[in-house]
Structure formats: C-alpha cells, structure tokens
C-alpha cells in the first residue's frame, strides 16, 4: 500500500469518527431535573378539518404559541414544571368568518409534576386553565429505562387526563414505538409511531376518536432537553353523531 493510498485511508476513518460520533455506542437519555432551568420554545400548529356540510380548502386552524417552561423545584428524580404562555398568535378563519373571536390565552400555565423520563406524573391545573389550543397537546416524549444503541427501540403506553375548559375534561390513550435513529454531536434522532385514541367532552358534548400519531424527537443528550419535535396526528372522531375527520402537525422548536 502506498503512502497516499495509507493517507487516505487515515483521513476516512477520522472522517467518519468525527461525523457520527457516538454511533454504534449506547447512549442514557435524561431531562434535565435542576431547579431554576428556564427553556422557552415556539409551538406550531396547523389543523385541517373534514366536517360534513361544512367544506374548507384551508386549515381550520395555524399559528404559533410561545411558552416558557420553567422547573420550580426538583426531587431527584421528579420535578415539577411550570409552562407558560407567553404570545399566541393563532387564526381560525372559518370561526372568524362566523363572528367568533379567538381566545387570548397569553398569560395562561399549566403545572405537572414529571420525572426525568419525560412521564407525567401529575396534572394540577387551576380552575382558570383550559387547554391551549391543542399547541403541544399530542406532543409525547417517554425515554427509555436504560441506555440504547441506535437502531434500538422501546415502547411506552401513556394516558393523559386533559382541561378542555368550561369544565369539560379529555382522556388521550397512546401506544408509542420510539426508535433512537441516531445520535451525530451531542443531539439524539428519536422517531415515534403509534395509535392513539381519545374519549371525553368538551363545552358539553361528548367526544371520542381514534387514530395515530407519528413523528420525531430531536433530544440533546448534552443539554438533557428536547430541541425540536414534529408531530402528525390523524384522528377520526365523533361528536353529537357528527363523523369528523382532522389531521394536525406540531412542531416545538427550542429558542433559548
């Protein structure tokens, strides 16, 4: 082998090293649980809506939510978590066409208490919270119990309990495969896909649905924070025998 076939060889690998660090190893992914962390992050939502008797060529509802998420204090492993609205800027043309204005729901927050897993542990609303929007509704997050290696996969089965205002409440039932893709610098690859059903009422009526959910976590293992997802939920549902059918993406991007 000559010296420039041996030089390139070198240069390869380093190559390789240097742009997928870390694959092939395992990896334990943890949020972070310190008391005093602040991460604000922007929330996108889009909602598109199959109602009978009622057509759209355009979204129900687009905007943007910006939230702070503050931890206010920690026990080990468990931690409670404030997040705060911030700003919305959210348009709903077809209840504006009726009239209808749009809630204003900067100001509102939400506290939970979650372990550094990402499982909520408890809800505790106040009697003035109602759900934003459905901005960061079907966002799931569930790591796994020890380290993974890319390609690995766990599963997670989540029931979360949720305000829909003027008392009405709603129970979300998910069955989600994660999948750590893999891991380049100090940022972990998660896809997630599973079925999702959900049960209750909202302003009085009765609600129920099924469906999925998919999308993809980008977690910094570093930071032990979410940088950004995106969500894909389709649902079929059924209101006050009305069939409904809505497909709604999620995006949360960390800002600082």
């Not at 199959?50 to 468990?78: A, F, K, W």
């Amino acid at each position: 082998m000559n010296i420039r076939l041996i030089r390139i060889t070198i240069m390869t690998i380093v190559s390789l090293t240097v742009h997928v660090p870390l694959q092939g190893q395992s990896v334990l992914l943890r949020l972070n649980s310190e008391e005093g962390v602040v991460n604000q992050y922007m929330m996108g939502l889009e909602t598109f809506m199959d109602i009978p008797m009622m057509p759209t060529d355009g979204p129900l509802m687009r905007g943007r939510v910006y939230q702070t998420h503050t931890i206010l204090n920690s026990d080990g492993e468990v931690f409670e978590l404030q997040t705060k609205t911030d700003s919305a800027d959210i348009a709903m043309p077809m209840l504006q066409a009726m009239g209808q204005t749009i809630p204003d729901i900067a100001g509102q927050s939400q506290t939970m208490k979650v372990d550094t897993r990402g499982r909520m542990i408890e809800l505790m609303p106040s009697a003035s919270e109602v759900l934003d929007l459905g901005a960061g509704t079907w966002f799931t997050l569930e790591l796994p119990e020890n380290p993974v290696s890319p390609g690995e996969s766990w599963d997670a089965n989540i029931n979360v309990d949720v305000p829909t205002g003027v008392g009405g409440s709603m129970t979300l039932g998910m069955n989600i495969t994660y999948t750590l893709v893999g891991v380049s610098g100090h940022i972990a690859s998660i896809d997630f896909v599973g079925p999702i059903t959900m049960a209750g009422n909202a302003q009085g009526m009765a609600m129920d649905g099924t469906g999925d959910l998919s999308g993809t976590i980008m977690f910094d293992v570093e930071g032990r924070r979410v940088e950004r997802s995106e969500t894909i939920v389709n649902l079929d549902m059924s209101t006050a025998g009305m069939m409904m059918a809505m497909n709604q993406s999620v995006t949360m991007q960390l800002l600082h």
